[in-house]
């Protein structure tokens, strides 16, 4: 056994709790899997259910056919609105095209939507704090014709001149940072006191706890992984979080992407994922490391989350 072998037989993964499928991706899929079993397959889906490789690859093998673009869904077919959630122009194309749609979008940004289009109806202007092109942004966004105001970091805000001072608004994107959202707001704040925030946070729960158990988790460890697609944005804010922290840390979409360099000499390997990543490949990720001469696991404690969001009409009984 070489002096490497001898350390990692002593290291240990450290598993962050919680990690993986939140409530909103949880039901995205199920509505799809429900939807193909009512009507049979294709079923249509609007951009990525959600942004996770294996997932989407896995509907498609089920049936699921992902398109962009409405007018790629052929007159008389169903589609699926994906966990994103989608503008009101999407959703006025489906309805004249008198397609079949079934909205598998998050509770949580639906909450969003909402806020947006009784804010608007008040005559405030909205500053979204957001990732410019990603699809929930787009979705936000398009609620309303005019009136919104994207900002992706402090400069955006310095940079904004808003007509009324006393009649703004913001909302967020709910798979931000949460650290980098609160500086955004602190800064709108300064530039314009009045500005009204949300009820409650728009970073979702899942968010905010998957985030705060890798805070909790990266201080413990020489290396973190985290399980993630590159364009699923809650994934990629678990990475930074720990690099934040100082600690190296890498996202991979599957097990084989893991580059033994990384955890060489290290004793504590931590190990985490997504929102939107299956606790299968977080599996194959420990077992990866175990083929790599990692032995030991420990399940860190932390929040059990216990949510779960109503499946739409026509899709909520039991299969
Ligand atoms: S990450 Fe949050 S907003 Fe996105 S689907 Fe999950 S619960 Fe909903």
């Not at 039901?27 to 079993?37: G, L």
């Not at 009204?196 to 985030?211: F, G, L, M, S, V």
């Not at 990266?218 to 720990?242: H, K, W, Y």
């Not at 840390?249 to 893991?258: K, L, R």
Request: glycine share 8%; charged share 25%; proline share 6%.
């Amino acid at each position: 056994m070489s002096i490497t072998d001898t350390t990692l037989a002593e290291a240990e993964i450290l598993l962050a709790q919680p990690r993986g499928f939140c409530a909103g991706v949880d039901r995205a899929i199920e509505i799809v899997e429900r939807a193909i079993k009512l009507h049979g397959s294709p079923i249509y889906v609007r951009h990525e259910i959600v942004h996770n490789a294996y997932v989407v690859e896995d509907l498609r093998k089920k049936g699921a056919i992902f398109i962009e673009q409405l007018e790629e869904v052929p007159a008389g077919n169903t589609v699926i609105f994906s966990a994103h959630g989608v503008s009101k122009a999407v959703r006025a194309e489906a309805e004249s095209r008198g397609l079949r749609v079934y909205d598998a979008t998050c509770p949580l940004v639906t909450k969003v939507h909402i806020e947006v289009a009784k804010m608007r109806a008040d005559g405030f202007d909205i500053v979204m704090i957001g990732h410019k092109g990603h699809p929930e942004v787009e979705g936000t966004m398009g609620q309303t014709g005019e009136g919104m105001h994207l900002v992706e970091d402090i400069e955006d805000v310095q940079a904004l001149a808003l007509p009324d001072p006393e009649r703004i608004a913001f909302v967020t994107q709910t798979t931000l940072s949460v650290d980098d959202a609160a500086e955004i707001i602190a800064a709108l704040k300064a530039k314009y006191p009045a500005i009204r925030e949300p009820k409650k946070q728009d970073i979702c729960y899942a968010t905010q706890n998957r985030q705060d158990a890798v805070k909790f988790m990266a201080p413990q460890c020489d290396v973190v992984i985290v399980v993630g697609s590159p364009n699923s944005s809650n994934s990629n804010r678990l990475r930074e979080v720990a690099e934040k922290r100082g600690i190296p840390s890498y996202m991979v979409d599957s097990p084989t992407q893991i580059d033994p360099a990384w955890i060489e000499g290290k004793r504590r390997i931590g190990v985490t994922a997504g929102a939107s990543a299956p606790e299968a490949l977080a599996q194959a990720v420990i077992a990866r490391l175990h083929e790599l001469g990692v032995r030991n696991v420990r399940a860190l404690e932390g929040i059990e989350e216990n949510i779960a969001f109503p499946l739409p009409r026509g899709l909520g009984l039991p299969a």
